[in-house]
């Protein structure tokens, strides 16, 4: 079963369909929403069980306690995993279970005797509720537009600034009233504003949304869809399989449900972050395939192993879990987390392995290729493939199994690494087995990736993310990529009133340093106050925001130089791209001899490329045709009863590839009627050709239908006649 996801119609399938399946108290059809501000929203949620009334009453003016709010989150989630117990006011009650879920998922969270659920619920409680369902990341810095903001909890308003910028909470009268209590209207009404669809069945849903997905049962496949915000694959996956067939998701995506061989990322997928967080038990597997893009994958939370399989942009461990490459190629991998665990087997290879300083303890096991591994702390090494060159920043680092191809030891370290039986490790250059040896400047290990959520100071919030949701980031040696529909972006005036007004987006440069002090930007150096404002946005350390016009940078490349004491200095190139996205139909008769003209190409100034193609089903994999590559084609005889389609790629500021619809079957050339004259007859066979002669000496425009016994052969043809008048017909078969 397929389901398109089509916003309104969607919902109203979705009602058609759990008509016969829920009791009758959680339809719409409630005695006391008709009129009432909030009453579509209630019908949607409560058609999908989400929320439900009691005795054909809604109650959309009631308050929600906190034991009811739990149930309508784990309903939405499908948690899997319960905590213990603890608390004294939680006794045996309808929301008792999913209570203990929602604190086991860090959703809900009491002190350390009591979780309050038969409390109602305040509008601030609500709001950090939800933004800890949905993965926000919460900004306390951000500018606040309730004119009582300073009656938010601290514990509260970083949530609440990040999801009223997003338009999922809206107050009253300029307020925001966070110590009300929200009633059951309000919930559903913020649960309409954050979450676009919820996909529930083992189906295919196709189409594309904006706002949020939820994935909460196994077995669901997303095709062809471009999620236009964040996309969550719940608990409720369990250890089941979810597939993203040609999906782009502009946000995040998190996975905190799937198992060991779970997540299939395929057929042209673009997404930007995969943050994994999955605390219930069991392996996770990622899986990339088909020319997929994956930006950067975060494994932020974990109880059991992360294994990775295809490839990835970046990758960054910052949880106290193992993760496992298994035929995997990984462009970038930073290690934050203390004594987490890397296990590189011997089909995968990654070309820039980075330990930072937070990471003391940390394991990594390579079979495979490591073509450079950095490390800024104490950790364990166990290499049975290949590292081809290490660079130790740190005290006390052990390398055990084959030495790296090459190591190099900063100037402040004092204890040389060393094998775990005492051996000494430098490499097949060799370094000093001395403390304080020095080396030739090494490279960064620079990685780029968009800035997921904006914090603009200025009132151009929502614009700018609006920028950032558009456009993807990818990034080939020292080239970035960034890929958007330029007539999308918005135009806004920078903070820095001197850079004028134009489509900015903003780009995280990770240097691979444990910090940007005493890195240098174009030959400045970073100050204390640049490391303030990359915080203040919650890049991390190491890291600065970097915002660039697109609308200059797509016909002149930004290039920028980094630079440091003892690295080699790096210089970047940032190019825009615009995608082509579409190619219109096909013009043109499906006849042997006709021509066919390609559609229009979306944008309509792309610069392509064509390329004609033939396939035997319409449905089928389609062949390239050998110097069919102009936007017209003139159809053959090896056409005949085939599909044809015409596939455009961007070349100059135009990237992508994108292919028309196929036409119907090659038919034969219409049969020529027999004109006055016409010299239909009977011919003598040779073999599998006809001979005709006295045509005309060069005549034109003939054409000849064959008749064997009386009975047309299958195909028609277009006659050349020489200058004596004669002309052959030949490639016939099973004439005798």
Same mark, same amino acid.
């Given at each position: 079963?397929?389901?398109?996801?089509?916003?309104?119609?969607?919902?109203?399938?979705?009602?058609?369909?759990?008509?016969?399946?829920?009791?009758?108290?959680?339809?719409?059809?409630?005695?006391?929403?008709?009129?009432?501000?909030?009453?579509?929203?209630?019908?949607?949620?409560?058609?999908?069980?989400?929320?439900?009334?009691?005795?054909?009453?809604?109650?959309?003016?009631?308050?929600?306690?906190?034991?009811?709010?739990?149930?309508?989150?784990?309903?939405?989630?499908?948690?899997?995993?319960?905590?213990?117990?603890?608390?004294?006011?939680?006794?045996?009650?309808?929301?008792?279970?999913?209570?203990?879920?929602?604190?086991?998922?860090?959703?809900?969270?009491?002190?350390?005797?009591?979780?309050?659920?038969?409390?109602?619920?305040?509008?601030?409680?609500?709001?950090?509720?939800?933004?800890?369902?949905?993965?926000?990341?919460?900004?306390?810095?951000?500018?606040?537009?309730?004119?009582?903001?300073?009656?938010?909890?601290?514990?509260?308003?970083?949530?609440?600034?990040?999801?009223?910028?997003?338009?999922?909470?809206?107050?009253?009268?300029?307020?925001?009233?966070?110590?009300?209590?929200?009633?059951?209207?309000?919930?559903?009404?913020?649960?309409?504003?954050?979450?676009?669809?919820?996909?529930?069945?083992?189906?295919?849903?196709?189409?594309?949304?904006?706002?949020?997905?939820?994935?909460?049962?196994?077995?669901?496949?997303?095709?062809?869809?471009?999620?236009?915000?964040?996309?969550?694959?719940?608990?409720?996956?369990?250890?089941?399989?979810?597939?993203?067939?040609?999906?782009?998701?502009?946000?995040?995506?998190?996975?905190?449900?799937?198992?060991?061989?779970?997540?299939?990322?395929?057929?042209?997928?673009?997404?930007?972050?995969?943050?994994?967080?999955?605390?219930?038990?069991?392996?996770?597997?990622?899986?990339?395939?088909?020319?997929?893009?994956?930006?950067?994958?975060?494994?932020?939370?974990?109880?059991?192993?992360?294994?990775?399989?295809?490839?990835?942009?970046?990758?960054?461990?910052?949880?106290?879990?193992?993760?496992?490459?298994?035929?995997?190629?990984?462009?970038?991998?930073?290690?934050?987390?203390?004594? #987490? &665990?890397?296990?590189?087997?011997?089909? !995968? $290879?990654? =070309? %820039?392995?980075? /330990? @930072?300083? +937070?990471?003391?303890?940390?394991?990594?096991?390579?079979?495979?290729?490591?073509?450079?591994?950095?490390?800024?702390?104490?950790?364990?090494?166990?290499?049975?493939?290949?590292?081809?060159?290490?660079?130790?920043?740190?005290?006390?680092?052990?390398?055990?199994?084959?030495?790296?191809?090459?190591?190099?030891?900063?100037?402040?370290?004092?204890?040389?690494?060393?094998?775990?039986?005492?051996?000494?490790?430098?490499?097949?250059?060799? #370094? &000093?087995?001395?403390?304080?040896?020095? !080396? $030739?400047? =090494? %490279?960064?290990? /620079? @990685?780029? +990736?968009?800035?997921?959520?904006?914090?603009?100071?200025?009132?151009?919030?929502?614009?700018?993310?609006?920028?950032?949701?558009?456009?993807?980031?990818?990034?080939?040696?020292?080239?970035?990529?960034?890929?958007?529909?330029?007539?999308?972006?918005?135009?806004?005036?920078?903070?820095?009133?001197?850079?004028?007004?134009?489509?900015?987006?903003?780009?995280?440069?990770?240097?691979?340093?444990?910090?940007?002090?005493?890195?240098?930007?174009?030959?400045?150096?970073?100050?204390?106050?640049?490391?303030?404002?990359?915080?203040? /946005?919650?890049?991390?350390?190491?890291?600065?925001?970097?915002?660039?016009?697109?609308?200059?940078?797509?016909?002149?490349?930004?290039?920028?130089?980094?630079?440091?004491?003892?690295?080699?200095?790096?210089?970047?190139?940032?190019?825009?791209?615009?995608?082509?996205?579409?190619?219109?139909?096909?013009?043109?008769?499906?006849?042997?001899?006709?021509?066919?003209?390609?559609?229009?190409?979306?944008?309509?100034?792309?610069?392509?490329?064509?390329?004609?193609?033939?396939?035997?089903?319409?449905?089928?994999?389609?062949?390239?045709?050998?110097?069919?590559?102009?936007?017209?084609?003139?159809?053959?005889?090896?056409?005949?009863?085939?599909?044809?389609?015409?596939?455009?790629?961007?070349?100059?500021?135009?990237?992508?590839?994108?292919?028309?619809?196929?036409?119907?079957?090659?038919?034969?050339?219409?049969?020529?009627?027999?004109?006055?004259?016409?010299?239909?007859?009977?011919?003598?066979?040779?073999?599998?050709?006809?001979?005709?002669?006295?045509?005309?000496?060069?005549?034109?425009?003939?054409?000849?239908?064959?008749?064997?016994?009386?009975?047309?052969?299958?195909?028609?043809?277009?006659?050349?006649?020489?200058?004596?008048?004669?002309?052959?017909?030949?490639?016939?078969?099973?004439?005798?």
């Amino acid at each position: 079963m397929k389901r398109t996801v089509q916003k309104g119609l969607s919902w109203l399938l979705s009602i058609c369909i759990v008509v016969m399946m829920l009791p009758m108290t959680s339809l719409a059809a409630y005695s006391d929403v008709q009129g009432h501000w909030a009453e579509k929203s209630i019908e949607k949620w409560s058609s999908l069980g989400i929320l439900q009334g009691s005795d054909g009453s809604f109650r959309p003016n009631d308050p929600i306690t906190r034991g009811e709010m739990a149930v309508i989150i784990d309903r939405i989630m499908q948690y899997q995993t319960s905590s213990k117990n603890v608390f004294a006011d939680l006794g045996e009650a309808f929301y008792t279970n999913a209570v203990l879920k929602a604190n086991a998922a860090g959703v809900i969270k009491g002190d350390a005797a009591t979780i309050r659920p038969t409390d109602n619920m305040t509008r601030e409680e609500a709001a950090v509720m939800i933004g800890r369902t949905l993965g926000i990341a919460e900004n306390v810095k951000a500018g606040n537009a309730f004119s009582d903001g300073s009656a938010i909890s601290s514990w509260a308003l970083g949530y609440i600034n990040v999801m009223s910028s997003k338009g999922i909470l809206n107050g009253s009268d300029g307020k925001f009233n966070p110590k009300s209590s929200i009633t059951r209207a309000e919930i559903v009404t913020i649960l309409d504003n954050a979450i676009s669809e919820l996909c529930t069945e083992a189906t295919e849903y196709t189409g594309n949304v904006t706002g949020t997905v939820i994935i909460n049962a196994p077995g669901v496949a997303l095709a062809d869809m471009k999620i236009t915000g964040d996309l969550i694959i719940s608990e409720g996956v369990g250890s089941g399989d979810v597939t993203l067939d040609n999906v782009t998701v502009t946000g995040n995506t998190i996975v905190r449900g799937g198992g060991a061989n779970s997540i299939h990322i395929k057929g042209g997928s673009q997404i930007s972050n995969i943050i994994v967080e999955k605390t219930d038990s069991g392996d996770i597997r990622v899986v990339t395939s088909e020319g997929a893009v994956i930006d950067a994958v975060y494994v932020d939370d974990g109880s059991d192993d992360v294994i990775l399989t295809g490839s990835f942009q970046s990758l960054t461990i910052a949880a106290n879990v193992t993760v496992k490459a298994v035929g995997a190629s990984i462009d970038t991998i930073n290690l934050t987390a203390e004594d #987490s &665990s890397l296990d590189v087997d011997k089909k !995968s $290879s990654v =070309t %820039s392995l980075n /330990v @930072s300083e +937070t990471a003391t303890g940390a394991n990594v096991t390579v079979s495979g290729n490591v073509k450079t591994l950095t490390t800024d702390a104490q950790i364990t090494v166990d290499n049975q493939g290949t590292i081809s060159k290490a660079v130790v920043n740190a005290n006390n680092v052990i390398i055990d199994g084959k030495e790296p191809t090459k190591v190099t030891v900063d100037s402040s370290v004092t204890k040389l690494p060393k094998d775990s039986d005492g051996n000494k490790v430098d490499g097949s250059t060799g #370094s &000093s087995s001395s403390g304080g040896s020095t !080396s $030739s400047n =090494t %490279s960064f290990s /620079v @990685s780029v +990736t968009k800035l997921a959520t904006v914090n603009q100071a200025d009132g151009n919030t929502a614009v700018s993310q609006q920028n950032q949701d558009i456009v993807t980031v990818s990034k080939s040696s020292n080239t970035v990529t960034v890929t958007g529909s330029l007539a999308n972006l918005n135009s806004f005036e920078s903070t820095n009133v001197s850079q004028g007004t134009h489509k900015w987006v903003g780009l995280v440069v990770d240097t691979g340093e444990s910090s940007i002090i005493g890195v240098s930007y174009n030959g400045t150096a970073f100050t204390q106050s640049d490391v303030n404002d990359a915080a203040s /946005v919650n890049v991390g350390a190491g890291k600065f925001v970097l915002w660039i016009k697109a609308d200059e940078v797509v016909s002149t490349p930004k290039t920028f130089t980094l630079s440091k004491s003892g690295r080699t200095t790096i210089t970047i190139t940032v190019a825009f791209k615009v995608p082509v996205t579409a190619i219109a139909e096909i013009t043109g008769t499906e006849r042997i001899g006709s021509e066919l003209t390609a559609g229009a190409v979306t944008p309509a100034d792309a610069t392509v490329t064509y390329q004609w193609q033939r396939c035997d089903a319409v449905d089928g994999t389609y062949s390239n045709i050998t110097g069919a590559t102009s936007s017209a084609y003139t159809l053959t005889l090896s056409d005949l009863g085939k599909y044809i389609k015409v596939a455009v790629t961007g070349t100059g500021t135009y990237t992508g590839t994108a292919t028309s619809n196929a036409t119907a079957a090659v038919a034969k050339a219409a049969a020529p009627a027999a004109p006055a004259g016409s010299i239909a007859g009977t011919y003598p066979v040779a073999a599998d050709s006809i001979n005709l002669t006295g045509l005309g000496a060069s005549t034109t425009g003939l054409e000849a239908a064959v008749a064997i016994n009386g009975t047309n052969y299958d195909t028609y043809v277009s006659l050349t006649v020489d200058a004596s008048g004669n002309a052959t017909i030949s490639g016939l078969t099973s004439v005798t």
